[in-house]
Nanobody, 126 residues
């Protein structure tokens, strides 16, 4: 089993930056695809960014391209989401997710992720 714990959320103003972290424990995620999703009140959970096992291939939702950066440090079993130029519409609960080990590619679809964190709240005031 894999446990994922997100941190770094909070209340910021529009235009500010925030960096989310997700630390994995239990089974290794070094060969897993990792991703960040978000869910705003009353809406479904959407993919924000994803990264392959080596960190050299990434995916971004159109709404965050050029503003968000996903990265990972396998030695620390941690994946990050650097968020810049935040907008009120970025406000949501952000979830970290990991695929099963060996699923090394960039994974975008929610159903392909096997492990989920509990989420961290990001609030952006205008």
């Amino acid at each position: 089993q894999v446990q994922l714990v997100e941190s770094g959320g909070g209340l910021v103003q529009a235009g500010d930056s925030l960096k989310l972290s997700c630390v994995a424990s239990g089974r290794s995620v070094s060969t897993s695809g990792m991703g960040w999703f978000r869910q705003a009140p009353g809406k479904g959970r959407d993919s924000v960014a994803a990264i392959n096992w080596r960190g050299d291939s990434t995916y971004y939702a159109d709404s965050v391209k050029g503003r968000f950066t996903i990265s990972r440090d396998n030695a620390k079993a941690t994946v990050y989401l650097q968020m810049s130029s935040l907008k009120p519409e970025d406000a949501a609960v952000y979830y970290c997710a990991a695929t099963r080990p060996g699923r090394t590619v960039v994974v975008v679809k929610e159903y392909e992720y096997s492990y989920w964190g509990q989420g961290t709240q990001v609030t952006v005031s205008s």
